[in-house]
């Protein structure tokens, strides 16, 4: 059995397919067409039409997408790509394709993708989040990926950040909320956050190319953002306790987070030691299409 999977992003729509051992056999894109939910449907299909032409074989499909399915209606809900929302994406590609389909938040298929044979695999538990654009997160369970009856299972972009002190700026929240940890962490938080503390308007990858430099507005920007990050995480810990965390999307590639977070979470973890390894995601940005078609294979496996 082949395992097709499909990231779809706001940019680009990628396919890859994987045999039993994870190899990649093909792996092809196309540009997603964000304002038309028609032409997505038809991007998607398209390709994996191409594939399904190409190998001849039983195949199962996932695929993620920058948002999730409510429980209730079947329709997209909480998506940036907001032709998406409230379409019966499952259902059209289904229809078309004549062939079940398995849909995932992005952030989701990134745990999988990790926790099978990236950086968590091998760990009985594995909490994955991505800080790049967004703040999302997933959580695996001994190789399952775990969802729960409101589809937010791991999404820990949307609670406030804790042990909140005065350089913590609550900013509005598209979610409706005020000071949710993706305010603070997500890019376009940091840059905010940086901002209001030092009156410079930088992008987070010019901030770390001065932080990896010495600067030392930068060193001190860096110093409440780590903080942030590892109360943000302590409280993961303190309610899971994964035996790894993996750390994806833009930030992933910010090596002062794995050498300054995990000396600071002991202040806030309740524990005398605290353990949980921070790790890099090994697949980077094939994390999600990788996952997307683990995804399909976990469910044909459980029918
Ligand atoms: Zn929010």
């Not at 992005?106 to 790049?132: K, N, Q, R």
């Not at 005065?166 to 376009?188: F, V, W």
């Amino acid at each position: 059995m082949l395992q097709f999977g499909i990231d779809l992003g706001g940019t680009k729509t990628e396919i890859i397919v994987l045999n039993d051992k994870g190899d990649e056999l093909l792996r092809e894109r196309a540009p997603t067409p964000s304002t038309s939910y028609p032409a997505i449907v038809d991007t998607i299909c398209s390709l994996v039409e191409q594939a399904r032409d190409r190998f001849s074989q039983p195949y199962t499909l996932g695929i993620g997408i920058p948002g999730a399915l409510s429980y209730q209606t079947g329709l997209v809900k909480n998506a940036n790509t907001v032709c998406l929302i409230g379409n019966d994406l499952k259902g059209d590609i289904e229809r078309r394709l004549n062939h079940p389909i398995v849909i995932a938040n992005d952030a989701d298929c990134l745990a999988l993708s990790e926790a099978t044979d990236g950086a968590g695999a091998g760990y009985p538990t594995v909490f994955a989040v991505i800080i790049g654009t967004g703040c999302g997160g997933g959580w695996v369970v001994n190789g399952q990926l775990i969802s729960g009856p409101n589809a937010i299972a791991g999404e820990w972009g949307h609670n406030p950040l804790p042990w909140r002190d005065d350089g913590d700026s609550e900013a509005e929240c598209y979610c409706g909320q005020k000071g949710c940890l993706e305010t603070l962490l997500s890019g376009t938080g940091f840059r905010r956050q940086a901002l209001v503390e030092t009156g410079i308007d930088r992008t987070s990858v010019e901030w770390n190319r001065l932080y990896e430099a010495g600067d030392p507005v930068a060193i001190r920007v860096f110093e409440r953002y780590h903080s942030r990050i590892a109360r943000a995480l302590a409280s993961v810990i303190n309610l899971m306790d994964p035996h790894a965390i993996v750390l994806g999307g833009g930030a992933s590639n910010m090596t002062s987070i794995y050498q300054n977070v995990p000396a600071l979470l002991p202040q806030w973890v309740f524990s005398d030691t605290v353990e949980t390894p921070l790790l890099r995601s090994v697949h980077g940005d094939s994390s999600g299409v990788r996952g997307a078609a683990w995804l399909g294979s976990q469910q044909a496996s459980k029918q």
